[in-house]
């Protein structure tokens, strides 16, 4: 870390600082410049934490130089991590596609709907049982029934299931029916769900928040790992800008950037990111080309008569003939799907 | 709510559209233009979640006319809310400021601030006890032995307590102690807490997220009005913007809008927007004048050994120095603090 | 456009503006609500600059749908525009590489550079010789110089030569040497100087703006068009965004988006995008899966030493390297380089 | 400049560094931590850009300590700089407000607002001759037409003309009218345009861009600066974000960090942030609550009737009424309008 001290910090501030840092554990490099002084740390950064360095007269500001998080990044862990979900491997070469539908809405839709992903070449089946839902007047799901549906597509197609949790109180329920859980964009920092979560005995996909930066999301999977739960596939889903023709902005350069960070795996759902189904297409052959280890892709047997999300589902045969595409990046990328 | 349909769109999807709206209620305004056509649709605003009108063959986009809030609308209420926390009115002729320190450190340290603050005039104490932290390695609160101090300084300065709410699991707990439950940023869509809060007997800071726009957050506060609970506070607290300066972009004109789409109070926090402590003083000059109904300032004895946010907080010195400022332009308001 | 009444609008009001409206030769849809008076009204959309419509007493908003640009639009020309530089064609089957450094610094760089490219695949050589640099103590280039080296280096190559246009004076000075004209990305919305290179009789390279939206960019496209210039090329270089680990963040949704509204071929800059040579090559592979028609790349022999971005320059053999991997990509989408 | 090494950078790499910064005359602090190693480098700011650093090999990255302005910085000069527009004062004790129409439409209409709002209290009159618009179909401006009718404007009532100048051909030719010149939000980073009103001898309003950072505005103004042109006054006019509801997010606080990064005086344009008239006096308040030293305001007679801007611009009448309320925020703030 270096603590950059303001042009015209006093002798005795300046000191001051040192003694706080080394009283902390840290070693300490001073730069007497011209214009101003810079004091260089070395030490434990997790203990940054506990001083408001910024709060001492006569500190400008304080730069650091190591990334806050610890495990979940590539000095921690030099090679790729290779997450299991069963027999099935994210982060390895190949490629996995969980497609379904935004929200279980009946049995039949989703019995329907794994059917044709499973023959398009899905290895798992998403499908929301607990929907957060901006407006307090739109669908909630069908909680634990759908959970059920689910599981019973499970049965039938060998589809692995990945839904998401939403509330602290049923993640232990959500768990017992998934074979993956899900961290919704909106609940990235919702620190109280990830501490659950990081006790589950199941791996996660975590989405990125639609205003977190990457540094943040590589935060928020310090919280999964810190907590036990070492099984972290991070879902790159689209970002807030002012840009506003498509719902989101896809950060595709998320992926290289997650992956260089980090040891993780990363998916991209360009579903979300353009609300718009004309838009999947070109953005998974880009996610693909990009690096992305899988990608996370609504389909509904018939969007527009969705309860959530119609616009930016793909019908099954739209989703089959994307698979067919994406197949071929895949080949050109040395990966499978 | 106004449907535009694709140029080249057919007769068939044209009707398609209409027959769909019908079915639901609706009322439907038919313009034929040379290059497009387009359907106004006129009924009971909150059936549109039901229909995923996007998705339907030949529909280019949906332009909503009406807000997708009620409750919170003027349209609902022409007049403003007054917000009653025990014998305090929010929204009247007075100003109230809330403050205290980020976290509750110590029972030495928040009855000290408690006096302090109450001296200079704050009518409302504010202190975390549950902490929602970036990194899994700060210090995440005292949970309810912080309560617990916090109740403490109430006896002893008259002051009400406003303490945050993070998890749905504690939302009954900190309601036993605290006069305002605060829900924070980063969980203004956290749905499954705003329905647990909507159902406690308390009145609500709701505060805007950092990436949300203003009609979200109007419709995080419907999900408390349509849960039940009236009694909502907003509060502006600064966006993530591209300038990185400060810690976010203190978005004042949240306050008149919000204003002029709701009839519920606004306040501000300029501690959080900033980041430093040296800017509250005019930004909180600045709230004030642009019709702002309260503040929420961080304040801490002794800013450089805090445990959260010192670099954002105000000695009580100026604490003080910043009520006498804030009361002149009260006073050019027409209000008083 | 639609224009919506405020609620409580009278009806001399809404009269007044169905006057204005038929008084410029509007057809006028009136749809009464319970809630809100609608009218639509159709007509000429280049006449609503003449309004002011949103000032009007009773007005609450215009919704325009109809998007403000003609010539730029696929409702203008259906299929897909091809814009010739000489023997080359952009926007068809072949997929075209723009390299070179940033700056023209020296002839020896330059001819090296551009032999270097031209062996690797590239068909345009690109280099700065005027430079808008944030900092007025950086290098500004070597102006008329710069672009003689750079016609020398044609000469030797055979590549066309692609260079930046920064101010209306010089306009003619840089066509008489460019085969095409490049607009930078601050530039995007300099008026004056699009009226300027409107009336050369060059080709045309735009930039996105970081901070444009896709539908201010079309309107800079619809500038060049409506003032002659047909040859236009788009070129998406990344957007700004609270992001900051990259310099900015590459909008590759933009290139379908574009590619959707306009007929306009679409070119991707990933090394300004990204700032950093590292991530260049997933970036450029993906412009690619996303449909783009062109990359625009830097290459400089010695990045540490370059004047200007040397962090997002390729080596040549980097260079070389890339060109192999996005063969394959190309190929995939039925396309070759 | 503080230079991080990548963690396993070689003794070789680093060597590297260091003899390209001791060749540049700066002087070094080596710190070798237990994970990575850091290179401080203390000279000469403005070399800096001679030097690609970030692409030297074993490089992670760059951290610059000073800013990269100097004349524009409190360091060059530590107290606040009175910018003089013939017998006014610019960052004195004084808050001048520049109001008047977008564009000059007419003698009559520039004439009525000049009384008008001479009537009020405003000191200078503004009002654009050439108009550099988004759409290529809009009235461009009356040029020099225009020019002579805000100078008989100046005749009739005393006040000061500023006038946005757009390209760097006309520069002297409005400048032999104006009193102020005016730099666009869109053409902050237009540095030929810059460096053409660096050598006019009249003072400049510098508007930040809606997307630039406050340093890239402080740059901009050094351009003025080094090219000789002292007089340069800010202005803060709305950023660009993800909230749509206004046309832009007004930044106050860029008012206080520019005054305290900047010895310059900082004024605020409420009329283009919001783009709706409503807003306008709640953040004119605000404005001169924050310390800004004037502000600049869009009045037109009949703003139902204007070719440019109509919904953010005030009546005469309320334009009155806001300097009524202006004055009594200026008193608190120990200043006078």
Chains 1, 2, 3, 4 share one sequence.
Not at 188 to 214: H, Y
Not at 309 to 323: C, H, I, K, R, V
Request: proline share 5%; hydrophobic share 45%; net charge negative.
């Amino acid at each position: 870390m270096i603590v950059v001290m303001a042009s015209g910090a006093s002798k005795q501030e300046i000191n001051h600082v040192i003694d706080r840092l080394e009283g902390l554990g840290f070693r300490i490099h001073l730069s007497e410049g011209v214009e101003k002084t810079i004091i260089g740390a070395i030490g434990d950064k997790t203990r940054l934490n506990e001083i408001a360095l910024e709060a001492m007269p006569g500190v400008e500001k304080v730069v650091p130089i190591l990334q806050p998080y610890k495990l979940v990044s590539r000095e921690f862990k030099t090679h790729d991590s290779v997450v299991k979900v069963g027999d099935l491997e994210f982060g390895g070469s190949q490629i996995h596609v969980m497609a379904g539908p935004c929200a279980v809405e009946s049995r039949e839709q989703v019995l329907e709907t794994a059917e044709e992903v499973s023959r398009a070449g899905a290895t798992i089946l998403r499908g929301g049982a607990f929907k957060p839902r901006t407006s307090p007047y739109a669908f909630q799901g069908l909680e634990e029934d759908g959970l059920k549906i689910l599981a019973e597509a499970r049965e039938r197609t060998g589809l692995k299931i990945v839904t998401e949790v939403v509330d602290p109180r049923t993640v232990e329920l959500v768990a017992r029916y998934a074979d993956i859980l899900q961290i919704g964009a909106r609940n990235m920092q919702n620190f109280f769900l990830l501490k659950e979560v990081a006790t589950a005995d199941k791996p996660v996909v975590l989405k990125r928040g639609p205003s977190a930066t990457i540094e943040e999301w590589l935060m928020a999977a310090e919280y999964l790992m810190s907590g036990g739960n070492y099984n972290v596939i991070l879902c790159e889903r689209g970002i807030r800008t002012f840009e506003s023709y498509l719902r989101n902005t896809l950060d595709l350069s998320a992926v290289p950037v997650a992956k260089h960070l980090s040891h993780l795996p990363v998916i991209v759902d360009p579903s979300h990111a353009t609300g718009k189904w004309k838009f999947i297409r070109p953005m998974a052959m880009a996610a693909i080309a990009a690096g992305a280890d899988g990608l996370l892709i609504e389909v509904h047997p018939n969007p527009a008569q969705a309860l959530c999300d119609g616009p930016q589902s793909l019908t099954p045969e739209n989703f089959s003939a994307l698979m067919n595409d994406i197949k071929k990046v895949a080949d050109v990328m040395g990966r499978f799907i």
